[in-house]
């Protein structure tokens, strides 16, 4: 697979010291192509602002203009991943492998519950000892 050329540019760029991290709208330019992946962009913004770990760079809300070649979208970069964890919604911190969802099925999650259900209020045999 060949490599993609895009050029990126920011706007409203802006320092969020509430928040912890600087945010901003991009713009890529990627003609020829249909979309660039979020890891690649990732890792050029990460050149271009100097970031050693990618984690903290969060990319969202891509729209691709009609025709392709030319996508908007926005980004978070945040001053440490503690500050990422602390304000990011849990989708997006999925999204960049910064947590793991335990996935079950419904079937055992109901029986789970219900399990839970007959215990609440008697004492376990197994702790009574």
Known sequence: MKPINFKISTQKFKDNLLLQRKQFSITINHPGFASVSKKE??????????IKDFST????????????????????????????????PRYRLVRNELLEINRQSSKQRKEQKNKSKKIRGKKNKKTDN
């Open 57 to 88: 760079i969060f990319l969202f809300g891509f729209k691709t203009h009609f025709g392709g070649g030319m996508s908007t979208g926005f980004g978070f970069i945040y001053n440490n991943i503690k500050a990422a964890r602390q304000f990011e």
């Open 41 to 50: 962009l990732q890792k050029e913004i990460a050149n271009v602002y100097k």
